[in-house]
């Protein structure tokens, strides 16, 4: 007889009871039905699929954009002796082999991928062919058109399900509108009553709004953190030098504290998240870069130093506070200001009319079958790589392209030992194979650089063999290899298109976007200013009631409600013009463009700029507090 759901709990995973809907959701996913589940930060989702992974027939597939929480959870499995595993770029050869090999054999329960995995049609192929009982996709507000945390990849994993023949989905997130678990049900085709959601308020959670004169926010903020300074907390900051300038301004006020963001290096990241989560670091100043697979149980405050970027982020972020079930504070130190620089970051990531219009156009023109680096295309048409990978993306759902998978184009080589003692362990054939690769390839001082389909061509051999015999030398220690170049394979599923017509259609789409960002702004702006329950203002906007008010944040306590500071929008003066003239006559190679000059003046990099270090030019940022409409019309009359 097959355990039951309630004894696995026990045996393998230690508890004696489930938390609230977990049990509903596995109950349906056990009976063959999708189900979308809605459970705050820290509410046990995990377990929704990790459970059922091991009582059915086959393996559960789990689709997660963190490397590093996949990596976590999977080691957290086989220590509970769960056969699970990852498949992601941080595996070597020789890994990525067991792991296939163990899915064939069916030795796996939960295989953990990334959803750009799926851009692979080798992956695809071989996937297909195994026993897939469950796909289980995290973070799945991403594959909604009204999902804040838009991600390519995730758009197309709807489709593929169904391609796959996955029996049953779970769909997983800790934050979703109406409109998008709507969207997301209708994706993976699930019953609503299968939509199950556990509430977004969490009575020990104390939410506070603050108003904050810009000049005074520094100081009230090390004020509030003073009052207890070893408090496990998290200041969030939009953008990477006001946590640097933040985190050294509480340092000379006595406080520890230190930055956290992705201008970082990887090595001091590490650091800081190893002090945080250990206790030896009580503060940590970070963009959202920190906080994705944090899990840490006592953090006691989250304080917001500028404005998030939506209602859905700040849920996310507060909802790292308290996962004890201990009391916790959520601040937000509330400047209208802010709003501006959101505002100019969802302008400025907008592809300018011209630039999506050549990039479209190269795009079309290319082969039947052909390979693009995003990387290459963003530098060359200065357009973000996010937004390449959304053209590309939209033109695969249009039907008009199919993805062949990654590869790298150029693999650096090193020698373990002489030439002499790599040959001699093989055959005269394979010598001669390995001689020609080497012969094709050009040697530097230490490495040896290589372009397999260069390579290919050159010596007449399939490029698969020559990148398994690199692989092969790897794997036996017999050499170092260094991969280089990431590309893109695409072919083309039909040519019956108008250029100008799908240039037109991108544009709208991008359009509809950039409008729902920007509502996402005001919709924050306005909870900074609520007279009503905090709690209750949150919980409303995603679709939920409270009994009551909460009687413990800001406003339940009786604190004024006033117009939050900065609410006036800064005028062009004539001051920012002479500035924006003087950029333009220096004639810089990536500011040719109006909206590029525009992007510049509010502090938004963007590839050309960052490859010509334009960050740190004395003008870089100079208009970041007027409104990036008003500075692009501004650039257009100069450029």
Same mark, same amino acid.
């Given at each position: 007889?097959?355990?039951?759901?309630?004894?696995?709990?026990?045996?393998?995973?230690?508890?004696?009871?489930?938390?609230?809907?977990?049990?509903?959701?596995?109950?349906?996913?056990?009976?063959?039905?999708?189900?979308?589940?809605?459970?705050?930060?820290?509410?046990?989702?995990?377990?929704?699929?990790?459970?059922?992974?091991?009582?059915?027939?086959?393996?559960?597939?789990?689709?997660?954009?963190?490397?590093?929480?996949?990596?976590?959870?999977?080691?957290?499995?086989?220590?509970?002796?769960?056969?699970?595993?990852?498949?992601?770029?941080?595996?070597?050869?020789?890994?990525?082999? %067991?792991? !296939?090999?163990?899915?064939?054999?069916?030795?796996?329960?939960?295989?953990?991928?990334?959803?750009?995995?799926?851009?692979?049609?080798?992956?695809?192929?071989?996937?297909?062919?195994?026993?897939?009982?469950?796909?289980?996709?995290?973070?799945?507000?991403?594959?909604?058109?009204?999902?804040?945390?838009?991600?390519?990849?995730?758009?197309?994993?709807? *489709?593929?399900?169904?391609?796959?023949?996955?029996?049953?989905?779970?769909?997983?997130?800790?934050?979703?509108?109406?409109?998008?678990?709507?969207?997301?049900?209708?994706?993976?085709?699930?019953?609503?009553?299968? @939509?199950?959601?556990?509430?977004?308020?969490?009575?020990?959670? @104390?939410?506070?709004?603050?108003?904050?004169?810009?000049?005074?926010?520094?100081?009230?903020?090390?004020?509030?953190?003073?009052?207890?300074?070893?408090?496990?907390?998290?200041?969030?900051?939009?953008?990477?030098?006001?946590?640097?300038?933040?985190?050294?301004?509480?340092?000379?006020?006595?406080?520890?504290?230190?930055?956290?963001?992705?201008?970082?290096?990887?090595?001091?990241? &590490?650091?800081?998240?190893?002090?945080?989560?250990?206790?030896?670091?009580?503060?940590?100043?970070?963009?959202?870069?920190?906080?994705?697979?944090?899990?840490?149980?006592?953090?006691?405050?989250?304080?917001?130093?500028?404005?998030?970027?939506?209602?859905?982020?700040?849920?996310?972020?507060?909802?790292?506070?308290?996962?004890?079930?201990?009391?916790?504070?959520?601040?937000?130190?509330?400047?209208? &200001?802010?709003?501006?620089?959101?505002?100019?970051?969802?302008?400025?990531?907008?592809?300018?009319?011209?630039?999506?219009?050549?990039?479209?156009? &190269?795009?079309?023109?290319?082969?039947?079958?052909?390979?693009?680096?995003?990387?290459?295309?963003?530098?060359?048409?200065?357009?973000?790589?996010?937004?390449?990978?959304?053209?590309?993306?939209?033109?695969?759902?249009?039907?008009?392209?199919?993805?062949?998978?990654?590869?790298?184009?150029? !693999?650096?080589?090193?020698?373990?030992?002489?030439?002499?003692?790599?040959?001699?362990?093989?055959?005269?054939?394979?010598?001669?194979?390995?001689?020609?690769?080497?012969?094709?390839?050009?040697?530097?001082?230490?490495?040896?650089?290589?372009?397999?389909?260069?390579?290919?061509? %050159?010596?007449?051999?399939?490029?698969?063999?020559?990148?398994?015999?690199?692989? !092969?030398?790897?794997?036996?220690?017999?050499?170092?290899?260094?991969?280089?170049?990431?590309?893109?394979?695409? *072919?083309?599923? @039909?040519?019956? !298109?108008?250029?100008?017509?799908?240039?037109?259609?991108?544009?709208?789409?991008?359009?509809? *976007?950039?409008?729902?960002?920007?509502? *996402?702004?005001?919709?924050?702006?306005?909870?900074?200013?609520?007279?009503?329950?905090?709690?209750? @203002?949150?919980?409303?906007?995603?679709?939920?009631?409270?009994?009551?008010?909460?009687?413990?944040?800001?406003?339940?306590?009786?604190?004024?409600?006033?117009?939050?500071?900065?609410?006036?929008?800064?005028?062009?003066?004539?001051?920012?013009?002479?500035?924006?003239?003087?950029?333009?006559?220096?004639?810089?190679?990536?500011?040719?463009?109006?909206?590029?000059?525009?992007?510049?003046?509010?502090?938004?990099?963007?590839?050309?700029?960052?490859?010509?270090?334009?960050?740190? &030019?004395?003008?870089?940022?100079?208009?970041?507090?007027?409104?990036?409409?008003?500075?692009?019309?501004?650039?257009?009359?100069?450029?």
């Amino acid at each position: 007889m097959a355990p039951s759901p309630l004894d696995t709990l026990s045996a393998t995973f230690g508890f004696a009871a489930f938390r609230p809907g977990q049990a509903q959701v596995i109950d349906a996913l056990l009976a063959g039905r999708s189900a979308l589940a809605i459970f705050p930060t820290g509410g046990g989702k995990s377990l929704c699929y990790q459970l059922p992974a091991l009582l059915l027939d086959g393996v559960t597939l789990v689709v997660s954009p963190l490397i590093a929480l996949m990596k976590d959870q999977v080691d957290a499995l086989q220590r509970r002796q769960v056969a699970a595993a990852r498949l992601d770029s941080s595996l070597a050869l020789e890994e990525l082999q %067991q792991v !296939y090999a163990d899915v064939e054999a069916g030795k796996l329960k939960l295989l953990y991928v990334a959803p750009e995995r799926f851009a692979n049609e080798k992956f695809l192929a071989w996937i297909q062919r195994q026993k897939i009982a469950l796909m289980a996709v995290d973070e799945a507000h991403c594959i909604s058109e009204w999902g804040h945390n838009f991600r390519p990849d995730y758009l197309k994993l709807a *489709r593929l399900a169904q391609e796959l023949g996955v029996p049953r989905v779970l769909a997983l997130t800790a934050t979703a509108t109406p409109a998008v678990a709507a969207d997301i049900r209708r994706s993976f085709a699930i019953a609503e009553t299968d @939509h199950v959601q556990t509430g977004y308020f969490r009575p020990n959670l @104390h939410y506070r709004v603050t108003p904050a004169p810009a000049s005074q926010r520094r100081d009230l903020l090390a004020d509030r953190l003073a009052e207890a300074p070893d408090l496990p907390t998290i200041v969030y900051v939009t953008l990477q030098q006001t946590a640097d300038d933040v985190s050294t301004f509480l340092r000379g006020r006595g406080l520890r504290a230190r930055a956290y963001h992705a201008g970082l290096k990887d090595e001091i990241r &590490h650091e800081v998240q190893e002090e945080f989560m250990g206790g030896a670091l009580p503060i940590v100043v970070a963009t959202i870069a920190f906080g994705m697979g944090i899990d840490k149980a006592d953090i006691r405050r989250v304080v917001h130093f500028n404005l998030p970027s939506s209602l859905e982020n700040y849920v996310q972020e507060t909802g790292r506070a308290g996962r004890d079930g201990q009391p916790a504070a959520c601040e937000l130190l509330a400047n209208a &200001h802010d709003g501006i620089v959101l505002e100019n970051f969802t302008y400025g990531d907008l592809p300018g009319e011209s630039a999506l219009r050549q990039l479209v156009f &190269h795009l079309l023109d290319q082969p039947e079958r052909f390979d693009v680096s995003t990387y290459e295309m963003s530098v060359t048409f200065d357009i973000r790589q996010l937004v390449i990978s959304t053209v590309l993306t939209y033109l695969e759902l249009d039907g008009l392209l199919r993805g062949t998978g990654p590869f790298y184009s150029q !693999y650096k080589i090193r020698l373990v030992n002489s030439m002499r003692r790599l040959m001699a362990g093989f055959d005269p054939a394979r010598q001669e194979f390995l001689g020609k690769i080497f012969d094709a390839a050009s040697k530097g001082r230490s490495w040896w650089t290589i372009d397999p389909a260069t390579a290919s061509e %050159q010596i007449g051999e399939p490029r698969d063999r020559i990148i398994r015999a690199i692989g !092969y030398l790897e794997q036996s220690g017999e050499i170092e290899v260094q991969m280089a170049g990431l590309r893109h394979g695409y *072919r083309f599923q @039909h040519r019956d !298109y108008v250029k100008t017509e799908v240039v037109q259609t991108l544009e709208a789409a991008f359009a509809k *976007r950039s409008v729902q960002d920007l509502a *996402r702004i005001a919709r924050v702006i306005g909870f900074a200013q609520s007279a009503e329950c905090l709690p209750g @203002h949150l919980t409303a906007y995603f679709g939920e009631k409270l009994a009551e008010p909460c009687g413990q944040c800001s406003v339940c306590q009786g604190q004024p409600v006033a117009a939050i500071p900065g609410q006036e929008r800064l005028a062009l003066s004539t001051e920012h013009v002479a500035t924006m003239r003087a950029v333009h006559r220096e004639r810089l190679p990536a500011l040719r463009q109006p909206r590029q000059l525009a992007r510049f003046c509010c502090g938004i990099t963007s590839p050309a700029a960052i490859r010509q270090r334009l960050s740190r &030019h004395e003008s870089f940022g100079a208009l970041r507090e007027v409104p990036f409409e008003e500075v692009l019309t501004q650039a257009e009359s100069l450029v």
